[in-house]
C-alpha cells in the first residue's frame, strides 16, 4: 500500500498566486484533514473531512480551501498565497472509531 | 478535547528506558489518550492509545493513572533513532473532530 500519497514535496510561490496541493489516500479511510506546521511548533488544523461530499474546518481555515468529491482524495486550495502560509502542509487520514492517524511526507511550501 | 501538558524537553541515554510524560487533568471520561512522534520533518506517527488500561505494543507502554489525569508514555531501550518530538493527545472515542496536537516533548537520546 502506499498509504498517504502528497504532491508536491516542494513548492515555491509568488504572493498573489494560487494552487493545489494534492492529498490521496488507498486505505478507504472515511477521516482526511490538513495540518500546517511552521518551525518550531506544533501541528495545527486547517481543513478536515469526515466522508466524500463533507468537510469542515479546523484551527486556521482561513485563506485555504478544500473538497472531499472521493473517498480517496482531499486536495487543499491555496486561493491567494500569503508570506505567511509558508509552512510545511501534512495530510492525513484514518479509520472510524478509534483509528489512528496516517500522515503523509509533507509538502514544503515558501511563499515568496 | 481535553488539554494536555508536557514538558517541552528531555534527555535520555542510549539504552536506558525513556518516560515521558503528560498531564490531561481535564479529562472526561470517553476520552482516550494518543500518543505520536515526529522525527526531524517527518509526518507524525501512531505510538500507542488507551482508555484507561495500560497498554503495551512493540514500540512502547502506556501507563495511565487511575484517576486517568496523567499518564506516561515508556520507550522501554531508548535508541539514538527515539529521538523525536513525541505529542501527548486526548480525543473523544468516535469524534469527527481530528486530533488536536500541542507542542509535545522534544526526546533527545544520548549516546
Known amino acids: 500500500n502506499a498509504g498517504v500519497t502528497q504532491t508536491p514535496k516542494f513548492q515555491v510561490l509568488k504572493t498573489g498566486q494560487s494552487m493545489t496541493l494534492q492529498c490521496a489516500q488507498d486505505?478507504?479511510?472515511?477521516?482526511m484533514s490538513w495540518y500546517r506546521q511552521d518551525p518550531g511548533m506544533g501541528l495545527r488544523l486547517i481543513h478536515y473531512?469526515?466522508?466524500?461530499?463533507?468537510?469542515d474546518q479546523g484551527e486556521v481555515p482561513n485563506g485555504y480551501n478544500v473538497s472531499r468529491s472521493t473517498t480517496e482524495d482531499f486536495p487543499l486550495r491555496l486561493l491567494s498565497a500569503a508570506p505567511s502560509q509558508t509552512s510545511v502542509y501534512f495530510c492525513?487520514?484514518?479509520?472510524?472509531?478509534?483509528?489512528?492517524?496516517?500522515f503523509g511526507e509533507g509538502s514544503r511550501l515558501t511563499v515568496l | 478535547d481535553a488539554k494536555t501538558t508536557q514538558p517541552p524537553s528531555m534527555d535520555c541515554a542510549e539504552g536506558r528506558a525513556a518516560n515521558l510524560p503528560c498531564n490531561h487533568s481535564?479529562?472526561?471520561?470517553?476520552?482516550?489518550v494518543y500518543w505520536y512522534r515526529q522525527i526531524h520533518s517527518q509526518g507524525p506517527q501512531y505510538i500507542i492509545h488507551?482508555?484507561?488500561n495500560n497498554e503495551t505494543n512493540e514500540m512502547a507502554s502506556l501507563i495511565i493513572t487511575e484517576d486517568r489525569k496523567s499518564s506516561t508514555l515508556i520507550l522501554p531501550h531508548a535508541t539514538l533513532r527515539d529521538t523525536a518530538v513525541y505529542y501527548c493527545i486526548v480525543r473523544v472515542t468516535g469524534s469527527a473532530r481530528q486530533l488536536t496536537f500541542g507542542s509535545g516533548t522534544q526526546l533527545t537520546v544520548l549516546p
Open positions: 486505505m478507504n479511510h472515511e477521516y
Open positions: 481535564t479529562i472526561s471520561g470517553n476520552e482516550y
Open positions: 488507551g482508555l484507561k
Open positions: 473531512s469526515v466522508g466524500a461530499g463533507i468537510t
Open positions: 492525513a487520514s484514518r479509520p472510524g472509531g478509534t483509528g489512528e492517524l496516517f
